[in-house]
């Protein structure tokens, strides 16, 4: 089957630079993504987008490329429930990466231990409205009580302006929860304001919450674009990673969030993104949980000591 993309489309960057900022060794690429190809793995008819191709290959290239060790490669909402080319990327990859799904209510037990077996070690919620359609809190919540003992945990993705709407059913959800993106802050508003303050919150009054400190180039406003040799990116973001980081540094991850679907306005170079990371955890001790100790201790507990 041949695809074309949704009109628009920006393309992953290619030919990234070399980081200046060497990541620790081990490092896990928390948060990433692959598409299709489209004619091994057909994206989803209930899609909402239909992004480039994005192949394993590419994706464990731009892993060697920037230094890392692992990914955690998160299912894509344009595959819809269907997750095989997530799976098949880890089962190339050499038990170098994990996954997280997305399953149906309908999903089998056989098939749920079939994707733990395949190394897959949680479920996304998606929240967001142009990504997805409703799904009802019970059928998410029946899923996370199936999905509980098989010792996985839940990512969820939302905007900032949901947050009061979901807090009762994050706070209720019975593993531990990632949270996409810092829930996505308007990084107009100000840090200790009201909005993000209600996230801080969310993380300070339950301990089994985590966030990803990842998209700056998706949350900013004023830039500068991880563009051009650029070291000093994403100004406006890097106040709320900061913030994250050193107020839970045993609960942040880190992900490029390649291929960067539905980026609209320009496509980083995932380089410079590397050499974000500086900016938002300043120390050699808060790298180190945040790009290594943190994703093993979740991802691939049995090698924590
Ligand atoms: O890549 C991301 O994390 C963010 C996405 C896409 C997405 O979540 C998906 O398709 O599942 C977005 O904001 O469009």
């Known amino acids: 089957m041949t695809f074309e993309v949704t009109p628009g489309w920006l393309n992953w960057y290619e030919g990234p630079a070399k980081p200046r900022f060497k990541v620790p060794e081990g490092a896990v690429d928390a948060h990433c993504h692959v598409f299709g190809p489209g004619h091994q793995f057909p994206f989803a008819p209930e899609r909402k987008y239909t992004p480039c191709d994005a192949s394993k290959d590419q994706l464990f290239a731009l892993r060697d490329h920037l230094g890392f060790a692992r990914n955690v490669v998160v299912q894509a909402t344009c595959h819809g429930a269907d997750n095989s080319a997530m799976v098949d990327a880890l089962q190339h990859s050499k038990g170098m990466a994990r996954g997280i799904a997305t399953v149906k209510r309908s999903i089998s037990d056989a098939e749920l231990h079939a994707l733990d077996a395949a190394e897959v070690r949680g479920v996304r919620f998606n929240f967001v409205k142009r990504l997805v359609d409703f799904t009802p809190k019970e059928e998410l919540m029946e899923i996370a009580q199936r999905i509980a003992p098989l010792g996985w945990h839940i990512v969820i993705y939302f905007e900032a302006v949901d947050l009061p709407e979901l807090w009762d059913f994050f706070t209720a959800l019975p593993t531990t929860v990632v949270v996409d993106h810092m829930g996505r802050p308007?990084?107009?508003?100000?840090?200790?304001?009201?909005?993000?303050?209600?996230?801080?919150?969310?993380?300070?009054?339950?301990?089994?919450?985590?966030?990803?400190?990842?998209?700056?180039?998706?949350?900013?406003?004023?830039?500068?674009?991880?563009?051009?040799?650029?070291?000093?990116?994403?100004?406006?973001?890097?106040p709320f990673a900061k913030y994250l980081v050193e107020r839970f540094p045993d609960r942040v991850l880190w992900g490029t969030d390649w291929p960067h679907p539905n980026l609209k306005d320009h496509m980083p170079d995932d380089g410079l993104l590397v050499d974000f990371i500086p900016q938002i955890a300043p120390t050699v001790e808060l790298q180190h949980k945040l790009l290594v100790d943190n994703p093993m201790r979740l991802y691939w507990p049995e090698e924590v000591k």
């Open 186 to 238: 308007d990084v107009t508003k100000p840090v200790d304001g009201e909005e993000f303050q209600r996230f801080v919150r969310l993380m300070d009054e339950h301990e089994n919450i985590w966030s990803k400190v990842s998209c700056p180039e998706r949350l900013s406003i004023s830039g500068p674009k991880a563009l051009n040799g650029e070291q000093q990116a994403y100004q406006d973001v890097v």
